[in-house]
């Protein structure tokens, strides 16, 4: 069984320098953007908290790594933009406060993709972030920063932010378990936007039991453990239109599928009847991030007041400059283009659960990338990440095996439901047969 790494700390200080001597060990990796000059003196209180009997909470001197459009109160929340580099926020973000009271120690803010825009973490701030498993290889993005840092053992768990993949995609490519919960809009009070319809906010730990203790506490649940799951008699949709064609990842997928069916699982090959609209669908962040990131910009103290006054500073990835041009023309949200890509929405979601239904299966299972990279460039993952992305079903991903790049396979579970602690549940059942 995967032990799980988060418990309370009764040394915090002792663990905060260890960490921060792994950060500095791994600069190279470009995980870092700003670490908490204060971070010391919180794990002192800590200890000190710790020795008289009155820990904080389930967290207690944990230091965790947090994506750099997650706002955290004393730290510039940058966006990976050199145009951003001194915007402050106000107050933490609601998931921040309640790390906070749990006792969690934000040791620093991790590179992305600038803006979150990309499947590849590269920013004007931070640079590349590399893969720590083969540094010549992106870590994915867009919260890549977060599964390196983690990886690279600065922390033990992140959080980053999923729109269509962007926690997902790095935990898969460096041997993570990422979490996307069901689309929830209350829970993203402090998040930069991208896109107000799927923006969301999850942890990147090592095993699936420490996934869920964040869950919990980042949504203010009761923290327990997950309830006990048997493989047996469960049944898996294999989603056909989702295998990827490098023979590798293939042969790794199949031999991932073999361990499940001894276990107990049924696979159920399947096709999606909506798959090519999927695969085809407009984005809704072009529809929604200009408005969105224009009241986000009027929050922040020290930033450009406007995303045009933002372009106009040239502080930003060249490469990104005509996406940014192209926001700039979308000001209405609230358009028939935008209402059609709600509606898609909508009707994905009831088709999955409909289908999913019929063939009385407990979740889908893919892999969550349908190619693996092979530079420091932008590798196109697939559409695999969308699904749960444009339907607003929680899905995790969780590493499975390797394929013979030396890269980690990371399978994805779609659930048919907004229940988190079910999925989780299944997810650690696939886990214990790693």
């Known amino acids: 069984m995967i032990a799980a790494r988060l418990q309370p700390q009764p040394h915090s200080a002792d663990e905060v320098e260890r960490r921060l001597a792994a950060l500095r060990a791994g600069h190279s990796l470009n995980a870092i953007i700003s670490v908490n000059p204060h971070v010391m003196n919180e794990a002192q209180h800590c200890d000190r908290l710790w020795r008289t009997g009155t820990p904080l909470g ?25 145009a951003l580099a001194d915007a402050q926020p106000r107050e933490d973000a609601r998931v921040i406060t309640r790390l906070k009271a749990a006792g969690a120690l934000i040791l620093a803010k991790t590179n992305l993709s600038e803006f979150a825009f990309d499947v590849r973490s590269r920013s004007s701030l931070g640079g590349d972030v590399r893969n720590p498993l083969n540094p010549l290889l992106t870590a994915g993005g867009s919260s890549g920063g977060s599964a390196a840092a983690v990886v690279a053992g600065m922390a033990d768990a992140a959080l980053g932010s999923d729109t269509g993949g962007s926690i997902r995609i790095p935990a898969a490519w460096t041997g993570l378990v990422g979490l996307r919960p069901a689309f929830r809009r209350r829970q993203l009070h402090g998040v930069a936007p991208l896109s107000l319809s799927k923006d969301t906010v999850g942890p990147m730990t090592w095993c699936v039991t420490d996934a869920a203790l964040l869950h919990q506490v980042m949504h203010g649940l009761p923290v327990r453990p997950l309830p006990p799951r048997s493989l047996r008699g469960v049944r898996l949709g294999v989603v056909s239109d989702l295998l990827g064609d490098e023979a590798a990842q293939r042969q790794a997928l199949a031999q991932a599928f073999c361990r499940l069916r001894r276990a107990g699982a049924t696979l159920v090959p399947l096709r999606l009847p909506l798959a090519s609209r999927v695969a085809q669908e407009t984005c809704l962040s072009l529809r929604e991030f200009h408005p969105a990131i224009a009241r986000w910009l009027t929050k922040m103290a020290y930033a450009p007041t406007s995303l045009s006054a933002l372009l106009a500073r040239g502080e930003h990835l060249a490469e990104f400059d005509a996406l940014l041009q192209l926001h700039l023309t979308r000001h209405a949200l609230v358009c028939e283009a935008w209402r059609e890509q709600r509606r898609f929405q909508r009707h994905l979601r009831q088709q999955l659960q409909q289908q999913m239904q019929a063939l009385r299966l407990d979740a889908l299972i893919y892999p969550t990338s349908q190619r693996t990279p092979v530079s420091l460039e932008k590798m196109p993952p697939g559409w695999a990440p969308e699904l749960a992305a444009i339907s607003g079903l929680p899905a995790v991903t969780l590493p499975f095996g390797q394929i013979a790049n030396g890269l980690p396979l990371g399978l994805e579970l779609l659930y048919p439901t907004a229940d988190e602690e079910a999925l989780l549940a299944l997810a650690l059942a696939i886990e214990r047969q790693r």
Do not use: E, Q, S
């Open 58 to 82: 389930a967290l207690h001197g944990i230091p965790l790594v947090i994506k750099d459009n997650i706002d955290c109160a004393g730290l510039p929340t940058t966006l990976g933009c050199r």
